[in-house]
T-cell receptor
């Protein structure tokens, strides 16, 4: 099992560019989510999905889009990158209904927007 | 408004001694609490959790204590080892949608340094 994988590991964008951060899991988890981690801010939820075809917003959704066409994949799209989106992005997954919401995290994507 | 608070950004402990990391929460609807450990350039990894119906959970060197009346939990690491040096995140969950899809709310983290 590869667990949760994320690509790319690093990315530099210019303001206004768009890109997609990829996330995949091979554990057949229903629940997937995206977080961003900023210095001194902990992990903040961007978007989440409870299954294929179902997504919802988290705490900081502005500037990001998601879709979930398969159980395995949950890409995060930046439509028009801004310097405020410079951050480390983590994808996570878990079984829905798992008491305690224990989530498995990917290794992260470090994004810099110039 | 921060629902999960870790008020100590950093903590230094001598190897072999006890490390105590603290966490406070405000939302009484939280029903599970988790601790994650994070090394630089890696994703967070699950460490230990506790249900709100318990007041203590133990796993090897790690013990989590929950005081519901004070809305406070703590993680004890005994004995502390240099490999424990990492950022520790406290997280809380509730059955957000009622469909068993638990969201996590994280604290800002505490950086633990264990000195050899």
């Amino acid at each position: 099992n590869a667990g949760v994988t994320q690509t790319p590991k690093f990315q530099v964008l210019k303001t206004g560019q768009s890109m997609t951060l990829q996330c995949a899991q091979d554990m057949n988890h229903e629940y997937m989510s995206w977080y961003r981690q900023d210095p001194g801010m902990g992990l903040r939820l961007i978007h989440y999905s409870v299954g294929a075809g179902i997504t919802d917003q988290g705490e900081v959704p502005n500037g990001y889009n998601v879709s979930r066409s398969t159980t395995e994949d949950f890409p995060l799209r930046l439509l028009s990158a801004a310097p405020s989106q410079t951050s480390v992005y983590f994808c996570a997954s878990s079984y829905s209904g798992q008491a305690g919401g224990r989530q498995f995290f990917g290794p992260g994507t470090r994004l810099t927007v110039l | 408004d921060q629902q999960v608070k870790q008020n100590s950004p950093s903590l230094s402990v001598q190897e072999g001694r006890i490390s105590i990391l603290n966490c406070d929460y405000t939302n009484s609807m939280f029903d599970y609490f988790l601790w994650y450990k994070k090394y630089p350039a890696e994703g967070p990894t699950f460490l230990i959790s506790i249900s709100s119906i318990k007041d203590k959970n133990e796993d090897g060197r790690f013990t989590v204590f929950l005081n519901k009346s004070a809305k406070h939990l703590s993680l004890h690491i005994v004995p502390s080892q240099p490999g424990d040096s990492a950022v520790y995140f406290c997280a809380a969950s509730d059955n957000y949608s009622g469909a068993g899809s638990y969201q996590l709310t994280f604290g800002k983290g505490t950086k633990l340094s264990v000195i050899p």
